[in-house]
């Protein structure tokens, strides 16, 4: 069992940036596929990004194509999403997740493919 904690949401104005963290709790995770999800106020939850074990594989979804960044630091056991340029639009709760299950190079973008997820943390990008 894996706990996931993220952290790092805030309060910020467009244009703004942030970094989220993620972090497991009593384990490395360095063997694990990491990607960030968020969900909007009465919508499902949706993918951001995600990062291969190896961290030699990315993917974003393309409403963060050129803003979002994500990061892996296995010595550190950690992974970062650098947020930079934010729009109202990016206002959601982000969740961090974890799966063990994939091959070197690969990421998820659907739920179904993570075992473990933080609690999430609110980022709110006022006008």
């Known amino acids: 069992q894996v706990h996931l904690v993220d952290s790092g949401g805030g309060l910020v104005q467009a244009g703004d940036s942030l970094t989220l963290s993620c972090a497991p709790s009593g384990r490395s995770f360095s063997s694990y596929a990491v990607a960030w999800f968020r969900q909007h106020p009465g919508k499902e939850r949706e993918f951001v990004a995600g990062?291969?074990?190896?961290?030699?594989?990315?993917v974003y979804a393309d409403s963060v194509k050129g803003r979002f960044t994500i990061a892996r630091d296995n010595a550190r056991n950690i992974a970062h999403l650098r947020m930079d340029n934010l729009k109202p639009a990016d206002t959601a709760v982000y969740y961090c997740a974890a799966t063990p299950r994939l091959p070197a190079g690969r990421v998820h973008t659907s739920e179904e493919g993570y075992d473990y997820w933080g609690q999430g943390t609110q980022v709110t990008v006022s006008t």
């Open positions: 990062i291969s074990w190896t961290g030699g594989g990315t």
